[in-house]
């Protein structure tokens, strides 16, 4: 049984400075997909789906079988619920066994993005389950129905988010965005430099899908340990049924949408340097 905590995993990410990434699945194949590419690579797995997604992915469908397949993977995975928005999806994800959520609170004031973040914190813990939240604001939004500003995230604010909510790992905007980006990403590798000199959990970057190999690593160099990556995966699922399209049954698409999420999530697993990290079920190396 590999199911552990993403605390765990981040734990390990930092000690040996290297990225994690969290790869959001829609459906069963996403889901073998991300795990095979992880087996293959011996590298840890996020294993997650935001809020925002339950209305394709239903979580109790979609849920038991993340946590079914992290049971039984040769490597740490951590199933984890992105963007939480309510506590009743929180609560729902917990008790299928979900190891790890986020609270996203970002859309409110600091002061209340505290305060919420401390009760869903204090819920999830109840479960022994990790936790994330975010301040200042990634740009986009994770299903692409509003197109969010990005608000950089101010390094004092980040060091008092830490102190009074005692979290797991945080989400900063530091111009990163959900979706592709519009032209080359341009990243404030400045503010997260500061923020990681005045923050000491392991730092998330949300907008993964399109930043370069190169800034990816600046990023790891600087603190950041977890890495969302969701729009690249749709996308090449996408690409690959196309191309390979027309297809004369339904088992030869299904091993397609296999195929091409699992590239997808290798490439960014060799970029984000996770692979060759544990050997023999959960040792890490
Ligand atoms: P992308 O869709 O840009 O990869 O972002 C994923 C993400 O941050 C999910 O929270």
Redesign the pocket.
Known sequence: MTLVKMKEILGDAEKNQYGVGAF?VANMEMVMAAIKAAEKLCSPLIL?I?EVRLKHSLLHIIGPAMVAAAEKAEVPVAVHL??GLTENTIREALEIGFTSIMYDGSHHSLKENIFNTKKMAAIARGYGASVEAEIGQ?G?S?DGSVDLEILITSTEEARRFEHETGVDALAIAIGN????YKGEPSLRIDRLQEINKEVDIPLVL?????ISQEDFRTCIRHGIRKI?????TFNSVVSKVNERAPFQDYFSYHENVIEAAAENVKRHMLMFQSNSRVKGGITYV
């Open positions: 959001s997650q935001a992105d963007h990634v986009g994770e965005a959900h979706g592709m949300h907008g993964g899908s399109g969302n990556v969701a729009t690249s």
